[in-house]
Structures are given as structure tokens and as C-alpha cells.
């Protein structure tokens, strides 16, 4: 677990059940398992109604949503 943020253009990556923000242009990686075995869920700042410095943390089908 644990938080993770960067700011403009930079990447914040978090660990299995972590939260993370990033600045316009970032992206945003959060460790998950879907029963099997361990995945990274990738988002990037202005697409897909990511926003830029908000915390997320993913859900139990690995999809980004706001914390």
C-alpha cells in the first residue's frame, strides 16, 4: 500500500492496495491482483477522465476511481 504523487509530467507508482496522483501530462501505475497473479493498472492524466492531482486507487476489477 502506500501514496504515491508527481507532479507535471512525471509517473507516481504505487504497491498492491496504494493510491496515487499526478500532475497534467503524468501518469499513473497501481500494483494489483486479480486472484491469479499480480498486475500493473497504467492511466495517464487527461485521458479517460483522469485528472490531474487527484488520488486514486483502483477497485476489485483493477479500474482507477477517485479516493
Given at each position: 500500500?502506500?501514496t504515491?504523487?508527481?507532479?507535471?509530467?512525471?509517473t507516481?507508482?504505487?504497491?498492491?492496495?496504494?493510491t496515487?496522483?499526478?500532475?497534467?501530462?503524468?501518469?499513473?501505475?497501481?500494483?494489483?491482483?486479480?486472484?491469479?497473479?499480480?498486475?500493473?493498472?497504467?492511466?495517464?492524466?487527461?485521458?479517460?477522465?483522469?485528472?490531474?492531482?487527484?488520488?486514486?486507487?483502483?477497485?476489485?476489477?483493477?479500474?482507477?476511481?477517485?479516493?
Amino acid at each position: 500500500s502506500g501514496t504515491a504523487s508527481a507532479g507535471r509530467y512525471g509517473t507516481a507508482t504505487a504497491g498492491y492496495r496504494g493510491t496515487a496522483s499526478a500532475g497534467y501530462g503524468g501518469i499513473i501505475q497501481i500494483r494489483w491482483s486479480d486472484g491469479t497473479r499480480y498486475r500493473i493498472a497504467t492511466a495517464y492524466v487527461g485521458e479517460n477522465g483522469i485528472k490531474a492531482n487527484v488520488l486514486y486507487r483502483l477497485d476489485n476489477r483493477g479500474q482507477f476511481v477517485e479516493d
